[in-house]
């Protein structure tokens, strides 16, 4: 059995809160039409807990969806600067190293026509392939260097309380941390065994998951509140073998 929601049992008990005063009032007193202190009395309490239900829930959460809009619009302002700052050039480096690119892009190839439906496919079939990259010492070194050139940036980001509540990308920001943890308590790359490079390709793959998640969710957001910053993030896809910013007919 579905339980009700707190919000509607407090609009339960209020309505019934309401009936009931009213029909004391109607017991005691009758519905004579005659207008007196005790009928004045009676209307306002009856009418009390009416005026509850709608500063206590209609409006409370019409603010609170306020709120959340507002909040929704710094998050994906950040997640532009982050993905223009470094986000995409770091994706680009991961699709570099996986060799199943070509067909990886062709998944992630997004259009500004895409329905949510198509977004979600997306999604499904990224995270059954976004763990099969095979980076090299090269491919550390060099994601290595990205991490540490931005860490004072990445910092600003994990202090923003507005990210924190972002499930998604405060959980791409602690992966982006752990590997740029393990990656800097390494020296020499290329002398590193096998084990420990499988160890450190874990943590490349699952970076690489979380930031094609976070980017597939920013690009159906512009989708739908803002069309001319989808198509300038299309043209700069990471999942493209080179930017088109050019506008061609």
């Given at each position: 059995?579905k339980?009700?929601?707190?919000?509607?049992?407090l609009?339960c008990?209020?309505?019934?809160?309401?009936?009931g005063?009213?029909?004391?009032k109607f017991?005691?007193f009758?519905d004579?039409?005659?207008?007196n202190t005790l009928s004045?009395?009676?209307?306002?309490l009856?009418f009390?807990p009416i005026?509850?239900?709608i500063v206590?829930?209609?409006?409370?959460?019409?603010l609170t969806m306020?709120?959340k809009r507002?909040?929704?619009?710094k998050?994906?302002?950040?997640l532009?600067?982050?993905?223009?700052?470094?986000?995409?050039v770091?994706?680009?480096r991961?699709?570099?190293c996986?060799?199943?690119?070509e067909?990886?892009r062709?998944?992630?190839?997004v259009?500004?026509?895409?329905?949510k439906?198509?977004y979600?496919?997306a999604?499904?079939?990224?995270?059954r392939v976004?763990t099969k990259t095979t980076p090299s010492p090269?491919?550390?070194?060099e994601?290595?260097?990205?991490?540490l050139?931005n860490h004072d940036?990445l910092?600003?980001l994990?202090?923003?309380?507005?990210l924190?509540?972002?499930?998604?990308?405060?959980?791409l920001?602690q992966?982006?941390?752990?590997?740029?943890?393990e990656?800097?308590?390494?020296?020499?790359?290329?002398s590193?065994p096998a084990s420990?490079?499988?160890?450190?390709?874990?943590d490349?793959?699952?970076v690489?998951?979380?930031?094609t998640?976070?980017?597939?969710?920013?690009m159906?957001y512009?989708s739908?509140?803002?069309?001319?910053?989808?198509?300038l993030?299309l043209r700069?896809?990471p999942?493209l073998?080179?930017?088109r910013?050019?506008v061609?007919e």
């Amino acid at each position: 059995m579905k339980i009700l929601s707190w919000e509607a049992r407090l609009a339960c008990l209020l309505i019934a809160c309401c009936v009931g005063i009213y029909a004391i009032k109607f017991m005691f007193f009758g519905d004579n039409g005659e207008s007196n202190t005790l009928s004045y009395i009676f209307n306002s309490l009856g009418f009390l807990p009416i005026n509850i239900l709608i500063v206590t829930l209609i409006i409370n959460r019409l603010l609170t969806m306020r709120a959340k809009r507002a909040q929704q619009e710094k998050i994906r302002m950040v997640l532009g600067l982050f993905f223009s700052e470094m986000g995409a050039v770091l994706l680009r480096r991961l699709i570099a190293c996986d060799p199943s690119a070509e067909t990886f892009r062709e998944m992630m190839r997004v259009t500004n026509t895409w329905t949510k439906e198509e977004y979600v496919h997306a999604g499904k079939q990224a995270s059954r392939v976004c763990t099969k990259t095979t980076p090299s010492p090269a491919d550390f070194t060099e994601i290595n260097m990205l991490i540490l050139k931005n860490h004072d940036f990445l910092l600003r980001l994990i202090e923003n309380p507005v990210l924190l509540e972002h499930n998604t990308v405060s959980k791409l920001l602690q992966d982006l941390f752990h590997l740029g943890e393990e990656l800097a308590g390494r020296g020499d790359f290329y002398s590193l065994p096998a084990s420990d490079l499988g160890h450190l390709t874990g943590d490349v793959n699952r970076v690489y998951c979380q930031l094609t998640m976070v980017w597939l969710e920013h690009m159906e957001y512009l989708s739908r509140n803002y069309p001319y910053l989808l198509s300038l993030s299309l043209r700069k896809s990471p999942f493209l073998a080179e930017d088109r910013v050019v506008v061609k007919e």
